[in-house]
């Protein structure tokens, strides 16, 4: 019988518990690793190149309307986050800048809505605004006349349609020596063709007057 060894016994066991690992960068957690943080950089490179990106449009601050003439403290500069509004929409205000076209309050400026004074399509003029009547600036309404009613001497009322699809500039309260019913004057963009006929109106004391479209 052999003698029994305890050095080779002992000598052998390391070997058989030996296990066989892979390469460190072969390591699936190492790679998933390596892949978020790469992914972050590109993203965050990503967002930067956006926030510097894009074209500064003006935005308004406050409604602007047609026939007023602005200045940059009518105006706020916003970014976009794309290039497309280049041309359309406003990025520098012009000398001598006039509004042609209204823009609302918090929107952002078109190009084709700002031109000089020779560009508005209209004369501002002030009309009394009958009672009732809750028309407010960016509205439009139809403009008329009254004439005759005068029931002493057996006249009767006619009403003419001067203009339809007026623009209301602003409503105001009327301060003037003859107050209108309601305590209120619209100014409105009268159009060009019927300026002398709205004077010739006031002039001979014809009642000019205001009428809401359903929808504003």
Request: aromatic residues 4%; negative net charge.
């Amino acid at each position: 019988m052999a003698p029994h060894s305890e050095g080779s016994a002992w000598e052998a066991a390391p070997a058989a518990a030996t296990i066989a690992r892979p390469p460190l960068w072969r390591s699936p957690r190492l790679l998933l690793g390596v892949l978020l943080v790469a992914s972050a950089v590109v993203l965050g490179g990503w967002a930067v190149d956006r926030a510097s990106g894009g074209t500064e449009t003006l935005v308004a601050r406050s409604d602007l309307t047609p026939g007023q003439r602005i200045s940059l403290g009518d105006l706020e500069p916003v970014r976009m986050g794309w290039d497309g509004g280049s041309g359309v929409y406003l990025t520098e205000l012009p000398p001598d800048a006039v509004v042609v076209s209204a823009v609302g309050a918090g929107e952002l400026v078109p190009a084709s809505a700002i031109g000089s004074a020779a560009d508005v399509d209209g004369r501002p003029m002030a009309v009394p605004l009958p009672v009732g009547a809750r028309a407010a600036a960016g509205e439009v309404v139809d403009l008329w006349v009254v004439t005759g009613g005068n029931r002493s001497l057996g006249d009767e009322a006619t009403a003419e349609l001067l203009a339809a699809d007026v623009l209301v500039l602003g409503v105001e309260s009327d301060t003037g020596p003859f107050r209108s019913g309601s305590g209120r004057i619209a100014r409105i963009l009268v159009p060009e063709d019927v300026v002398d006929r709205v004077l010739e109106a006031q002039a001979a004391g014809e009642e000019l007057t205001v009428v809401e479209r359903a929808g504003g």
